[in-house]
């Protein structure tokens, strides 16, 4: 891969918005990115590896529980720096900042907000700092956006509970240390629980022949009567709503770290279009070539705006999640659609690992369907402008 010559588009100034702390947040997670991530991740993508040496990095930018408060480990930042760090990293890769945002929002947000202070002492600063990694298991085989019909259930044993069932589709879990498995206890009621790797009938196979996503690691969590202790019982939320309560802050990061895929692709594109020369000029003084360009820094100006005010909003307590499904919605589709038109700016050279662009496109597949697919986000909308669900 060829040296990372990034340069950020600003084109509204968008900088005059940020304090020097969020301008300092994001600088040093973005010469992380440029010195850590983009030298080995080709690499890694295409051996289909998480680089697991770079987890140390990520928890030092704060890529570890940004905005969980600092007596638990956490960075304490507000929600522009969280967003700020995963634009950075998914800049770098949408997998890397999806182990990011699994850890962050997936795993600590749900044993902080519903946890024991046992459960927040024993667990959130070693995922702090990367010494555990963490997972999330929402999806099962037959329920992806359809959570609430999950079948993945726990009886009360008394001293324990006996925990049953199959989630698909877990990012880290072929490597993750501890699980937050959401399932049905017998009245039908949805519950967090902690499942720690080691315990007795709990497996986590890898999923292979990815084409998305390759540098992250996904597989599937198999419980098969494991005795879960009944202190690993998050007690403090249950119901969908708790699932889904992580969901919004993790879909938050997903619109901001979308921001970041773009942002590379329409950097490459702008500065191959200057060097490639066809017909004696730059493919960049063509007029096509010029509206491809042109439409990008539009749509990136766009998602930076609606971005940086969810932010302020989320500050201010004030974002709903049905906004949150807008941002994540138009923000990964945007990235995508600039991902695509890059790369074909790129000719021939677009499609090799020599440059990140057809890395983007192929991780924002994955992008615009986990986090709730592109469709359901629009049903979310619709839900909340009409007041009618179309799901039911
Ligand atoms: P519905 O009846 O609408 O709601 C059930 C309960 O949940 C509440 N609720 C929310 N609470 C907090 N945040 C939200 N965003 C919420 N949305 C709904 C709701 O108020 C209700 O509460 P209560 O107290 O009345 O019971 O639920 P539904 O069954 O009709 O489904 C709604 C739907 C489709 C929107 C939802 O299920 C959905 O979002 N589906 C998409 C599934 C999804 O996003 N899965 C993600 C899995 S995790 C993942 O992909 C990680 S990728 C990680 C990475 O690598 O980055
Ligand atoms: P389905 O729900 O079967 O949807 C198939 C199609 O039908 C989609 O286009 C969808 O939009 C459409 N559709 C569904 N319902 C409706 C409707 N009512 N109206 C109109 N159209 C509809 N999950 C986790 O729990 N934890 C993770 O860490 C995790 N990581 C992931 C990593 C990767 C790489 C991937 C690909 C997925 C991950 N997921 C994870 C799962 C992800 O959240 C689901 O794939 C996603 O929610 C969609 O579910 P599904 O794949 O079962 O698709």
């Known amino acids: ?18 304090t020097d702390e969020h ?49 638990y480990g956490g960075a304490g930042l ?71 019909g999950m079948i993945t259930n726990f009886k009360d044993m008394g001293d324990h509970y006996l925990l049953n069932g199959a989630k698909m589709w877990i990012s880290n879990a072929p490597f993750a240390h501890l699980a937050v498995v959401w399932a049905k206890n017998e009245e039908g009621r949805i519950h967090g629980l ?20 390759r540098a992250s690691a996904t597989g599937e969590l198999i419980f098969d009567n494991v005795k879960v202790p009944k202190e690993n019982l998050l007690p403090n939320k249950s119901g969908l709503g708790a699932p889904l309560g992580c969901l919004d ?45 042109a439409e990008m820094i539009t749509e990136i100006t766009k998602a930076q705006l609606l971005t940086w005010r969810l932010g302020v909003l989320r500050n201010e307590g004030r974002a709903t999640s049905a906004q949150i499904s807008m941002a994540k919605r138009n923000n990964v589709a945007m990235a995508l659609d600039i991902a695509r038109e890059a790369r074909q700016m790129l000719g021939g050279m677009g499609i090799t690992g020599e440059y990140s662009i057809m890395r983007h496109m192929m991780n924002l597949e994955s992008v615009v369907t986990y986090e709730g697919t592109h469709d359901i986000h629009l049903l979310i909308t619709g839900m909340d402008v009409t007041g009618f669900s179309a799901f039911k």
């Not at 702008?270 to 060097?275: C, I, M, V």
Request: hydrophobic share 35%.
């Open 23 to 71: 301008k300092l947040i994001r600088d040093t997670a973005r010469a992380w990115v440029k010195k850590e991530v983009s030298p080995i991740i080709e690499d890694f993508a295409q051996r289909a590896e998480f680089p697991k040496q770079i987890i140390p990095g990520l928890a030092e930018i704060g890529g570890f529980g940004p905005y969980i408060p600092t007596e």
């Open 194 to 213: 902690i499942v720690e790797r080691g315990m007795e009938g709990f497996s986590t196979p890898e999923t292979h022949n990815k084409w998305s996503l």
């Open 78 to 148: 507000d929600q522009i720096s969280y967003g700020l760090i995963m634009q950075e990293i998914e800049r770098g890769d949408s997998g890397v900042r999806s182990t990011s945002s699994v850890q962050s929002s997936l795993v600590m947000y749900p044993i902080w907000k519903y946890g024991t202070e046992e459960q927040r002492m024993k667990y959130l600063p070693k995922l702090a700092t990367g010494e555990y990694i963490g997972c999330f298991g929402l999806t099962e085989p037959d329920h992806g956006s359809n959570p609430g």
């Open 249 to 293: 802050s993790a879909r938050y990061g997903i619109a901001w770290g979308a921001i970041g895929a773009a942002m590379d692709c329409y950097d490459t594109a702008l500065r191959y279009s200057k060097e490639r020369i066809q017909f004696d000029k730059p493919i960049g003084a063509t007029q096509l070539q010029q509206k491809k360009l």
């Open 1 to 18: 891969m060829r040296p990372d010559l990034f340069q950020a588009p600003d084109y509204y100034h968008l900088d005059d918005l940020l």
